[in-house]
């Protein structure tokens, strides 16, 4: 079954500074890869998502690159600001319901 | 709207009690999901419901019971739990069950069984 890998588990960065989260999965047919933000208490929300079919996908301060040949994805985050602060979920599917990668907690100091 | 509403938001019960969560989405969305989310960790799924039928149940022990009523609602029924099934207890919807179907997730429903 699929296996999604994310890095790192936590990262600090000063406010204006850009953040970057990568995950890497093993089934070469998934071909959905959305992002979700949690904050504490709140159930994940959806903030990006991207399909095979596309490899790059930008919403204002948040982009998702997707490299099919090698199996990985990554968040971009720039300009980070304070209510960036929360913890990012990639996930991946094909044929099967998704696949979390195990979170990565993202702190922004100001 | 992209709201999934989850009652109640905390609940705390006994191992001998009988409990019920609820989920309401009002997308038109035929796929509904059960979640299960401990401290630090990503959501693990439980359950898919699909056109109001079970498609998917992950070996989920049988205190857990789901229910569809229909399509816009999805219940969880809870009955013995153990202290190790505190955690945080997620719904989700989308359009589908396709796996490349967009999941909108509910605040969930923090439980605690004493």
């Known amino acids: 079954g699929e296996n999604v890998e994310q890095h790192p588990s936590t990262l600090s960065v000063q406010e204006g500074d850009s953040a970057v989260i990568k995950c890497t999965y093993s089934?070469?047919?998934?071909?959905?890869f959305p992002w979700y933000k949690q904050e504490l208490g709140k159930g994940p929300q959806l903030i990006i998502d991207?399909?095979?079919?596309?490899g790059e996908k930008k919403d204002q301060r948040i982009a998702v690159t997707l490299n099919k040949t090698a199996k990985h994805f990554s968040l971009h985050i720039t300009e980070t600001q304070p209510e960036d602060s929360a913890v990012y979920f990639c996930?991946?599917?094909?044929?099967?319901?998704?696949?979390f990668g195990k979170g990565t907690r993202l702190s922004v100091i100001a | 709207d992209t709201e999934v509403t989850q009652t109640p938001k905390h609940l705390v019960m006994g191992m001998t009690n009988k409990k019920s969560l609820k989920c309401e989405q009002h997308?038109?969305?035929?796929?509904m999901y059960w979640y299960k989310q401990k401290a630090k960790k990503p959501p693990e799924l439980m359950f898919v419901?699909?056109?109001?039928?079970?498609?998917i149940n992950e070996s989920v022990p049988s205190r857990f019971s789901p229910e569809c009523p229909n399509s816009s609602l999805l219940n969880l029924h809870l009955h013995a739990l153990q202290p190790e099934d505190s955690a945080l207890y997620l719904c989700?919807?989308?359009?589908?069950?396709?796996?490349?179907?967009?999941?909108?997730f509910g605040p969930g429903t923090r439980l605690l069984v004493l």
């Open positions: 989700a919807s989308s359009q589908t069950s396709g796996p490349t179907e967009t999941q909108y």
């Open positions: 089934d070469s047919a998934s071909n959905y």
């Open positions: 991207i399909r095979s079919n596309v």
């Open positions: 996930a991946a599917s094909s044929y099967t319901p998704l696949v």
């Open positions: 997308m038109g969305h035929r796929a």
């Open positions: 419901y699909s056109y109001e039928k079970l498609s």
